[in-house]
């Protein structure tokens, strides 16, 4: 018996050797994420992420305190059965760090247990550790004060908490990266927290380096809330970011208010800001965005998560991340702080807060969800190695500016460009005009005289340039901005020269409250359109007042129009139909071999080694006759049912409401 029970020993003992072997390969093998051009790289490859924010389908984000394995667990299985690759998780931050100098360490550790188990469901986890702010309630613990940003003693805490939970998590191969926190810029305004911009700045750094001292092989990124305000600028954020991470809601940043839910400024929101965050030269990704059932349909839920996640996909983002996995249970009550300190009033959240999951509270699955795994497995066979073909256009921004305020005006110039089917980027004023540009937009700003110079050196080496309602640059014209007439709604204008979309004597349509500025000429210029005093006459007369106009400047040509085009558009509740502003900016953009007529469609045109396609997205909830041109003969085919359009120069292609289409060009 002796003898048996050694040789019981031994194997016991081979059995423990290998464990301690696997679990220590399992470690070292983990998955290694780092940045790319574009994309985040998996072990060397780019990977597109197809996400959601974790909101666990029992006891909330407050499961950390109400524990429950078995349901996250279950939440798992089902994000798994739908294509979630990762998941994005908040840990409240007064259950880790409920005093000063004191760590809740069964918090701690049932966070890593999370962890783990999305991890051996092959789902990524992105920890959101400085979360004090979720849902519409402020989580911080009792012992942070208002001077969160600027009192030393609160800082040294806080990166305290991150070094010391980072490092607990670093030996987990699940973790993906890590977030600063759930929307830290909401804690400054919702919460209070004051702090100047360069306070901030040095807390992010101070965070950034807190991250890295707990755990120095995981990137760390900073989402922020629906928009990049002055104490959050993305070259900020940038500075304390492996990466950047964009928030976009049309409901918050007031979209809605202008457009329908699927209307251009509502569904163009999200890729708009990726765009922007793209000004920092980092990957991007969409890590919020979604829609309420208490807003609208399930099935019109679908139709915007397909719309959403293949706009993003198509722009260029690092990945998708929907809000949020599962609804919550409208019979689940926040519980109070321990000194009695009530979150949320009465335990219970806005409306829309409970229906904005993939899943329900009983894992049950949304069209959304059927909508999401169609995207996952369609985006996987596209795969990322495309090359866009469209002309670029660089929108021009202020130097210093705060996103937020500045929203409505540059989404408007981000539309009417996206309606002349080019390729869409941002470029701060303070920058060089890059090789690439086709054109360039200033959007109804006056550009600092000391930046003048970049746009300059663009025009006079023949390149295209837009302003609306200031001029900058052509020395020749003279604009006085002391004086602004206001037009009347609607203003009549009349085309006096074909150029781009414009045809000769046509009425230009022009929608809200336009104001035009002072006129003092003092040199040659051609005259594109006039206002129409006496429209039976024309206005080919000495009344009509130029408005829109063409001037050489160097080898380039500097369009400049006295009306505040961009700010107009923000008077006026979907305009889309009726106005022609767009057309404005089609005088613009250089000829394309393959263009499409809809102004309602986002248009791409994508190249790799072995294929190229067409993607097209109707950003409205009506059907759209699209016409596809192309220079030369091209068959087209649906890359996801095989119809066979056959070949031609032109086709009449008719998309439904908010369909994507991908056509491959044989």
């Given at each position: 018996m002796k003898h048996l029970k050694s040789k019981s020993e031994s194997f016991s003992f081979i059995l423990t050797l290998l464990f301690v072997a696997l679990s220590i390969h399992l470690v070292s093998a983990q998955n290694k994420v780092t940045t790319g051009e574009k994309?985040?790289?998996?072990?060397?490859?780019?990977?597109?992420?197809?996400?959601?924010?974790?909101?666990?389908?029992?006891?909330?984000?407050?499961?950390?305190?109400?524990w429950n394995p078995k349901a996250i667990e279950k939440d798992m299985d089902s994000l798994q059965s739908i294509g979630v690759n990762f998941i994005r998780f908040m840990p409240l931050w007064y259950l880790t760090q409920p005093e000063k100098d004191k760590f809740d360490q069964q918090k701690i550790d049932r966070l890593n247990e999370l962890i783990s188990i999305a991890g051996k469901r092959n789902i990524a986890v992105q920890p959101a550790l400085i979360t004090g702010w979720l849902d519409g309630g402020i989580f911080?613990?009792?012992?942070?004060?208002?001077?969160?940003?600027?009192?030393?003693?609160?800082?040294?805490?806080?990166?305290?908490?991150?070094?010391?939970?980072?490092?607990?998590?670093?030996?987990?191969?699940?973790?993906?990266?890590?977030?600063?926190?759930?929307?830290?810029?909401?804690m400054k305004g919702a919460g209070g927290f004051p702090g100047n911009p360069e306070e901030i700045k040095n807390w992010m750094a101070t965070m950034y380096k807190a991250f890295k001292a707990g755990d120095p092989n995981r990137m760390?990124?900073?989402?922020?809330?629906?928009?990049?305000?002055?104490?959050?600028?993305?070259?900020?954020?940038?500075?304390?970011?492996?990466?950047?991470?964009?928030?976009?809601?049309?409901?918050?940043?007031?979209?809605?208010?202008?457009?329908?839910?699927?209307?251009?400024r509502s569904t163009y929101s999200p890729s708009m800001i990726v765009n922007w965050a793209k000004m920092a030269g980092k990957p991007v990704l969409m890590q919020e965005t979604g829609i309420s059932g208490d807003w609208v349909s399930q099935e019109q839920r679908a139709k915007f998560l397909e719309l959403e996640y293949f706009s993003c996909w198509a722009n260029g983002a690092a990945g998708f991340v929907w809000w949020c996995s599962h609804n919550i249970d409208t019979a689940f009550r926040v519980k109070p702080h321990t000194d009695g300190r009530a979150f949320v009033k009465e335990g219970k959240f806005d409306a829309l807060e409970y229906q904005m999951g993939l899943l329900d509270a009983n894992n049950n699955k949304f069209p959304a969800a059927n909508k999401f795994r169609e995207c996952v497995d369609f985006s996987a066979q596209l795969g990322l190695d495309w090359t866009d073909q469209l002309p670029v256009c660089y929108i021009v921004t202020p130097e210093t500016i705060s996103l937020n305020d500045y929203f409505r005006k540059i989404i408007n110039a981000y539309v009417l460009a996206k309606q002349n089917h080019v390729e869409v980027r941002f470029i701060n004023e303070n920058k060089a005009i890059p090789t690439d540009a086709a054109f360039v937009v200033v959007p109804g700003f006056a550009v600092k005289s000391e930046n003048r110079k970049h746009i300059n050196n663009y025009l006079t080496a023949g390149g295209t340039v837009y302003q609306s309602f200031f001029n900058n640059f052509a020395p020749s014209i003279f604009l006085n901005q002391e004086v602004v007439y206001n037009l009347e709604s609607p203003a009549e204008i009349l085309v006096t020269k074909h150029v781009g979309e414009l045809n000769l004597l046509e009425k230009f349509n022009m929608t809200g409250h336009l104001k035009m500025s002072d006129e003092n000429w003092s040199g040659n210029f051609e005259t594109i359109m006039k206002t129409c005093p006496d429209c039976k006459n024309h206005s080919l007369n000495e009344k009509g007042k130029e408005v829109f106009y063409r001037v050489k400047v160097g080898k380039g040509t500097f369009y400049c129009t006295r009306l505040n085009v961009e700010e107009a558009l923000c008077d006026t509740y979907n305009p889309w139909a009726t106005d022609e502003s767009w057309k404005m900016y089609s005088v613009l953009k250089p000829e394309q071999d393959i263009d499409i007529d809809s102004k309602f469609v986002e248009f791409f045109h994508k190249k790799n080694e072995t294929q190229e396609m067409i993607v097209l997205i109707n950003h409205s909830n009506t059907y759209q006759e699209t016409v596809i041109k192309s220079k030369w003969p091209i068959q087209l085919k649906n890359k996801r049912t095989n119809e066979d359009f056959g070949q031609s120069k032109e086709f009449n292609i008719r998309l439904k409401p908010a369909e994507v289409l991908f056509l491959n060009i044989l």
């Open positions: 994309y985040l790289l998996v072990n060397g490859k780019p990977t597109f992420i197809s996400g959601a924010n974790y909101s666990p389908s029992t006891g909330w984000f407050q499961i950390l305190d109400n911080t613990p009792s012992w942070v004060k208002k001077d969160l940003f600027t009192n030393p003693d609160q800082i040294k805490a806080t990166a305290k908490m991150v070094t010391t939970i980072s490092k607990a998590l670093s030996s987990n191969p699940n973790v993906h990266s890590y977030d600063f926190g759930n929307e830290i810029n909401a760390v990124t900073n989402g922020i809330g629906t928009g990049y305000d002055d104490r959050f600028p993305i070259e900020n954020i940038s500075e304390a970011s492996d990466y950047m991470s964009a928030h976009s809601y049309a409901y918050f940043h007031g979209t809605i208010t202008d457009d329908p839910w699927f209307g251009l």
